[in-house]
């Protein structure tokens, strides 16, 4: 039997710099440029930095992609939009006027030089969880074995996220 359905994966978008919100939108028009089919968008939500030193606070959202690429494809693209973007990586989770973040490609499991899916991290962060519970939260993280919604609910992180008031 074929299965001719785009798989499903989730872009984490982050700013802490400049603009915030006005570099989310553009990350999601240069993945859409990049031929990043986007299929929705969770809203914005507004959280401080976790595991890093003092820096401006961060807006997060999560894309919804139909991906019609393998993910080290979409990896690739997303990092040129991040670039393109004026993204640097001077320092080890440092402020960033754009951050990208392939979290889930449908059911994959991989560790490659590229990227590790799921995101290796994804489950203990808030500000991920929030925003991807939002668009998918009976979705079943593809190690854990858990939906999404629940990982969220039993998260010890306290991080405060609240959705975004400009």
Same mark, same amino acid.
């Given at each position: 039997?074929?299965?001719? %359905? #785009? &798989?499903? /994966?989730?872009?984490?978008?982050?700013?802490? $710099?400049?603009?915030?919100?006005?570099?989310?939108?553009?990350?999601?028009?240069?993945?859409? @440029?990049?031929?990043?089919?986007?299929?929705?968008?969770? %809203?914005?939500?507004?959280?401080?930095?976790?595991? !890093? +030193?003092? %820096?401006?606070? +961060?807006?997060?959202?999560?894309?919804?992609?139909?991906?019609? $690429?393998?993910?080290?494809?979409?990896?690739?693209?997303?990092? /040129?939009? =991040?670039?393109?973007?004026?993204?640097? *990586? @001077? *320092?080890?989770?440092?402020?960033?006027?754009? @951050?990208?973040?392939?979290?889930?490609y449908g059911n994959?499991?991989?560790? !490659?030089?590229?990227?590790?899916?799921?995101?290796?991290?994804?489950? &203990?962060?808030? +500000?991920?969880?929030?925003?991807l519970t939002e668009?998918?939260? =009976? +979705?079943?993280?593809?190690?854990?074995? =858990? #939906?999404?919604?629940? $990982?969220?609910?039993?998260?010890?992180? @306290? /991080? =405060?996220?609240?959705?975004?008031?400009?």
């Amino acid at each position: 039997m074929s299965n001719d %359905q #785009p &798989t499903l /994966a989730y872009i984490g978008l982050g700013s802490n $710099l400049g603009d915030r919100a006005g570099n989310l939108m553009l990350g999601i028009r240069g993945m859409i @440029d990049a031929g990043l089919k986007i299929s929705r968008l969770s %809203q914005i939500y507004e959280t401080a930095p976790v595991e !890093t +030193f003092a %820096q401006p606070a +961060f807006l997060n959202m999560v894309a919804e992609l139909r991906a019609g $690429l393998p993910p080290e494809e979409i990896m690739k693209r997303l990092l /040129a939009v =991040e670039q393109s973007l004026g993204r640097t *990586r @001077d *320092r080890a989770k440092g402020p960033r006027t754009i @951050d990208l973040d392939l979290l889930l490609y449908g059911n994959e499991e991989r560790a !490659t030089p590229l990227l590790t899916l799921p995101h290796p991290r994804m489950h &203990t962060r808030r +500000f991920v969880l929030v925003p991807l519970t939002e668009l998918a939260p =009976e +979705f079943i993280h593809p190690i854990l074995r =858990e #939906p999404i919604s629940a $990982l969220l609910a039993k998260l010890v992180e @306290d /991080a =405060e996220v609240k959705p975004w008031r400009p």
